[in-house]
């Protein structure tokens, strides 16, 4: 395990509006603001997007299970954000459900609002933390040594 304390930065709370890209105004907001390090809280409803459901196979690297939803899910879920290669680098897990099915993964792409999906955006300051391609693994993960 590797781990890196922060300090509370600034808080900011946000709405998503219906046809609205929930990933794409995340990254907006943090750009616009400065944010480099986050933890965000959502909660709401998409109207469509994909979510990975986990890998075709527990195997390293894994090759992701690729879920594609429409027709208007409810949603809650938890993101984090470190700089990347291509500014906010942002790891967004949530479950959707509409009726009695259900989804819980990451979602990926574009993940479209139907109606709203409010946000709660938590800085956190002074964390030495990027997201970097981990060799092994294949993802992008936390880099604690930078």
């Not at 890196?4 to 995340?26: K, N, P, Q, T, Y």
């Not at 459901?53 to 208007?72: D, L, R």
């Not at 990347?84 to 790891?91: F, K, L, R, V, W």
């Not at 999906?117 to 970097?132: G, S, T």
Request: glycine share 12%.
């Amino acid at each position: 395990m590797r781990y890196a304390s922060a300090r509370m930065g600034r808080i900011f709370v946000a709405r998503v509006d219906h046809g609205e890209d929930l990933l794409g105004e995340l990254r907006t907001i943090l750009c616009k603001e400065v944010v480099t390090h986050a933890v965000m809280l959502f909660l709401g409803a998409l109207k469509e997007g994909s979510v990975v459901t986990g890998p075709e196979e527990p195997v390293i690297p894994p090759v992701p299970h690729m879920v594609k939803f429409g027709g208007g899910w409810e949603v809650v879920g938890v993101a984090t954000a470190y700089p990347g290669e291509d500014g906010p680098a942002i790891h967004l897990h949530g479950s959707i459900g509409r009726g009695d099915h259900v989804l819980t993964g990451c979602l990926r792409d574009r993940a479209e609002a139907y109606l709203v999906v409010e946000v709660v955006i938590f800085e956190l300051a002074d964390l030495p933390v990027q997201r970097n391609r981990d060799e092994r693994t294949g993802l992008v993960l936390p880099d604690f040594d930078v």
